[in-house]
T-cell receptor, first 110, second 111 residues
């Protein structure tokens, strides 16, 4: 039982490149979230999904897109990476009011 | 709207001393409140949560927190700090399935 798995764990991009972060969960939870974590700013919600085929914007959605084609997967895309998107990204799911986090994906944009 | 304020971005305590990490929240409805811990290069783990049952909540690793509605606070305490407690701690509030995090407090334990 892996819980919440994020891939890749590390990535370095050049400005303007695109990439996709994958979040996979095996807990059959409906809700999934993407957060970014930056020093001194805590966790900020990028996008979330309340179920398969649905997505919604969070606090800082600009520059990101998401898709939830399958219940167990939640993808976060950067179409044209910018240095301001250098961050640690966390995926999470929730059940009964508790968040379960992945181990994070550290992205550096040069 | 919900928000969380953590007073003190860095806290240092001596090993064996009391740990007190402060959290104040604002919420328009009765909230669920959480403390999460993050060890270096890891994701966040749940320490404890308040869900409107007992106001004093006990969590893992000897931590506890008290919900004080009149003060809109949910401070985290541990009677005696251990070296392994050094980590980043986040307070969070949720209503429904939306979660709002504080900016975190980094705890250093001095031998």
């Amino acid at each position: 039982n892996a819980g919440v798995t994020q891939t890749p764990k590390f990535r370095v991009l050049k400005t303007g490149q695109s990439m996709t972060l994958l979040c996979a969960q095996d807990m059959n939870h409906e809700y999934m979230y993407w957060y970014r974590q930056d020093p001194g700013m805590g966790l900020r919600l990028i996008h979330y999904s309340v179920g398969e085929g649905t997505t919604a914007k969070g606090e800082v959605p600009d520059g990101y897109n998401v898709s939830r084609l399958k219940k167990q997967n939640f993808l976060l895309g950067l179409e044209s990476a910018a240095p301001s998107q250098t961050s640690v990204y966390f995926c999470a799911t929730t059940r009964v009011g508790e968040l379960f986090f992945g181990e994070g994906s550290r992205l550096t944009v040069l | 709207a919900q928000s969380v304020t953590q007073l003190g971005s860095h806290v240092s305590v001596s090993e064996g001393a009391l740990v007190l990490l402060r959290c104040n929240y604002s919420s328009s409805v009765p909230p669920y409140l959480f403390w999460y811990v993050q060890y270096p290069n890891q994701g966040l783990q749940l320490l404890l949560k308040y869900t409107s049952a007992a106001t004093l909540v006990k969590g893992i690793n000897g931590f506890e927190a008290e919900f004080k509605k009149s003060e809109t606070s949910f401070h985290l305490t541990k009677p005696s700090a251990h070296m392994s407690d050094a980590a980043e701690y986040f307070c969070a509030v949720s209503t429904g399935n939306q979660f709002y995090f504080g900016t975190g407090t980094s705890l250093t334990v001095i031998p």
